[in-house]
C-alpha cells in the first residue's frame, strides 16, 4: 500500500468534487473456478484500490459526504478462518492504513444505505462489471439489475481524478514495464522453431511471478498475429514464421505495463516481414513523436494510419493519395483497431466506467459506427499526467480482405491483386507505453530494442 495519507488525500479531493450523498464502493469476490472454496486468483476492483488500497475480498466503503466520515464495511476472521488460513492482519489493522479508522460488519452496510435513501440522500456507485456487485447492488437498493444508473457525477469526478498520474504511480507502473521488458526479451531468446506457443507463454508468467508479478492481461503469444486478440497458444513455431508478444506484467499494487513486439521466428526478417515491419515502426516512430499535451490522440492515429498507407502505397499493397485514404477509411482493411489507450491499474485504465468518459468528451463524443474508428478507445486532447500506449499495426486478414474485393470497397485506393500476396501473412504490432509530460512525453522504463538489426543481432546471440 502507499502511505495513509495518499489514500486520505484521494478521498479528500473526490469528496469535494461531487455536491452530496453517499459514495459506495464495491470491492471484489474471489470468483470460484468450479466450487467455492476454489477460486481464481483474487484482484481487487482498480476504483477500491485507488482510494482505500486494501486487497481483501468481500468488504465495501463508503464516503459520507453529508456527515463527513468514511467507513469500511467487512468481517473479521472468524475462528474457522483462522484454522484453515492462520493468524492474518485485521480488516480493521489495513482500514487503519488507509487511513480509515471506523469499521462496521459487512452486514451493516445495506442498513447504513436504506436510512440514506429514505432520508432523500442519494447514493452513487460506479457502473458494475461483476455480476457478484450486480447482484449485490440490486440487493442493497432495492432495485433491478436492468434499473442500476451508476452516477455520472461521480464517474466524471473518479476520471478526472485517476487520469492524471501521481509520481509514486508512475514509479510503480515502470516497475511494471521493466518486467515486462524483461518478459519481452526473455520471449526473444526462447522463440525457434520446435518451440511451442504455450511454452513461451508459460515462461514470460514464470519470470513475472519470480519478480511477484501478475500478467496485467492474458498474454498474447502467437504466429497469428493477424488476430488481434489471438489467446490459442499450441501451435509450433517453424521456419519462415512471424511471432507476435502482446504481454505486459502487472505489480502486486496493482500497476500495468503493456508491450508488443514483433520478431521473426527465424535467424533474419524475410524481406516481406521486413518491409512490413519497417512500416509499422516508422508510424510508431512518428506517432509517439506527436505526443504532447492539448494534442488530440485522434488526431495521431489519424496522422499513424497516414504513415501506414505512405509504406502501403509504396510497397504496392495501397495507391493514391494517404491522406485521402485515410479520410475514406480504407487503412483500415490493414489497420482495423485504434492506436492505443490510457493505462495504469487497469491494462485499459478505466475502461469499466466507460469509454465515453475516459477517451472521448461530451463535445466530441465517441464514433461508434465507423470501422476502425468504432475501435478507437482514446481520442481526446492528452494532459500532462496522462500515461498511454501507442501500438500501430498492420493486420492481414482473410476474411476481411475478402468481403470487400466481393464488394470491391476502396478500390480507389486499395490494389487487391498485391493484397492477396499477403494474405497469409499475419501482422505485425509495435507497441510502447508513455507518460505525458508538460512539454512532451517520456518512455516509460528502460526501453526495448525495436530496430530490425538490434531484433536481428539480439536473437543472433541465442539461436546458434
Known sequence: MFSAQTYQSRRAVLQSNVASGILL?????ENPVNFEHNPYYFRQDSTFLYYFGIQEPRIAAIIDIDENKTI???DEL???????MGRQETLKEKSQKSGVHETLPYAELSQYLLKAQTSGRKVHYLPPYQSSNKILLADLLEIKIAELQPSVEMIKAVVKQRSIKEAQEIAQIEEAVN?????????????????????IANAIQYLAANKECQMSYPPIVTINGGILHNHYRLNTLKEGDLFLNDSGAETAMGYAGDLTRTFPVSKTFSTKQKEIYEIVLNSFNN????LKPGVKFKDIYLKASEYLVEGLVDLGLMKGNPEEAVKNNAHTLFFQCGLGHMMGLDVHDMEDLGEQYI??????PKD????GLKSLRLGKALESGYVVTVEPGIYMIPELIDIWQAENINAAFINYDKVNEYRNFGGVRVEDDFLITDDGYRLLGSGLITTVDDIENYRAEYLD
Open 25 to 29: 464502493f464495491l470491492g471484489n469476490i
Open 72 to 74: 469500511v464495511f467487512g
Open 78 to 84: 472468524s475462528i474457522d478462518d483462522i484454522v484453515w
Open 179 to 199: 518486467v515486462s521488458n524483461e518478459m519481452h526479451l526473455l520471449a526473444m531468446r526462447i522463440a525457434k522453431p520446435g518451440v511451442k506457443e504455450y511454452e
Open 287 to 290: 506517432a509517439h513523436h506527436l
Open 359 to 364: 477517451g472521448y468528451t461530451e463535445e466530441e
Open 368 to 371: 461508434t459506427q465507423t470501422f
